[in-house]
């Protein structure tokens, strides 16, 4: 069976292990970051650099966003270059930012007037986690029947309740 397409927006200190993760297990990846710079050792081991949020989605069946805060989510996945105007129709987008519960509803509403499928899985740990696929996700579907094989490699996966539990459970988890 032929592994999906990734994109990772944001290669931070979460999103930087997990594209080593992706990579070392062979996944097609898409990579953005603000700072270009940060993409480039991921080049060698095969990842191709985008030039925005909607060019990499518009290669990826699984889109995730691995950002600061709401402000730099919005950014990613909305506007003409923004991932949700490329990422094709039953893909399925994934948001691993801790993120207000507002902002989360609203993105998986967009999501579905995309025909795309949407899941919350934020994550815990800190750089080795995510370097060694130990970090902590938690995931929420939000639409459709998604279901992301990409996600095993990151680390284990926690089934979440309601819209908005992932980040919940994650603040939580974490004392926030």
Same mark, same amino acid.
Request: glycine share 10%; charged share 20%; aromatic share 4%.
């Given at each position: 069976?032929?592994?999906?397409?990734?994109?990772?927006?944001?290669?931070?200190?979460?999103?930087?292990?997990?594209?080593?993760r992706l990579l070392s297990a062979n996944f097609p990846l898409a990579i953005l970051?603000?700072?270009?710079?940060?993409?480039?050792?991921?080049?060698?081991?095969?990842?191709?650099?985008?030039?925005?949020?909607?060019?990499?989605? +518009?290669? #990826?069946?699984?889109?995730?966003?691995?950002?600061?805060?709401? &402000?730099? *989510? $919005?950014?990613?996945?909305? !506007?003409?270059?923004?991932?949700?105007?490329?990422?094709?129709?039953?893909?399925?987008?994934?948001?691993?930012?801790?993120?207000?519960?507002?902002?989360?509803?609203?993105?998986?509403?967009?999501?579905?007037?995309?025909?795309?499928?949407?899941?919350?899985?934020?994550?815990?740990?800190?750089?080795?986690?995510?370097?060694?696929?130990?970090?902590?996700?938690?995931?929420?579907?939000? +639409?459709? #029947?998604a279901r992301c094989s990409a996600t095993r490699?990151?680390? &284990?996966? *926690? $089934?979440?309740?309601?819209? !908005?539990?992932?980040?919940?459970?994650?603040?939580?988890?974490?004392?926030?």
């Amino acid at each position: 069976m032929s592994k999906p397409s990734v994109a990772i927006l944001g290669l931070g200190i979460m999103g930087s292990g997990m594209a080593n993760r992706l990579l070392s297990a062979n996944f097609p990846l898409a990579i953005l970051n603000r700072n270009r710079e940060k993409c480039v050792p991921f080049v060698s081991a095969g990842a191709f650099i985008a030039d925005s949020p909607r060019e990499a989605a +518009s290669r #990826s069946q699984v889109t995730l966003s691995m950002v600061a805060d709401d &402000a730099a *989510s $919005r950014d990613v996945w909305l !506007g003409e270059e923004g991932a949700l105007n490329g990422a094709p129709p039953s893909s399925v987008l994934i948001e691993s930012t801790t993120l207000s519960g507002d902002w989360i509803q609203e993105l998986a509403v967009k999501a579905v007037e995309r025909g795309c499928q949407f899941l919350n899985a934020p994550v815990t740990g800190t750089k080795p986690h995510a370097a060694s696929g130990e970090t902590g996700i938690s995931c929420r579907r939000l +639409s459709g #029947s998604a279901r992301c094989s990409a996600t095993r490699v990151f680390g &284990a996966r *926690s $089934r979440c309740g309601a819209p !908005g539990a992932g980040r919940k459970r994650r603040s939580d988890e974490v004392g926030q």
